[in-house]
């Protein structure tokens, strides 16, 4: 979800991967990982970022903006 989720955003604002991954100050490769699913857990530290960079929430990042009901 991650995956298909960013390269969305990063489309959306007409970004390539490197520019991406110079905007966040990570690699290209971790940006490229990520996009591709390789990369299954990537650090908060990665996805604080990221989501920074986008301007976003981490729900917004992952694809989940809906509340979530908990059940008890």
Do not use: Y
């Not at 490769?29 to 699913?37: D, F, P, R, V, Y």
């Not at 929430?57 to 694809?63: C, N, R, S, T």
């Amino acid at each position: 979800m991650l995956s298909k989720r960013l390269k969305e955003l990063r489309k959306e604002k007409g970004w390539s991967q490197q520019k991406l991954a110079e905007t966040t100050g990570l690699s290209f490769n971790a940006i490229t990982k990520i996009e591709q699913g390789l990369a299954k857990h990537p650090t908060l530290k990665t996805l604080l970022r990221l989501s920074d960079a986008f301007k976003i929430g981490l729900d917004e990042l992952v694809g989940r903006s809906e509340k979530v009901s908990q059940k008890r």
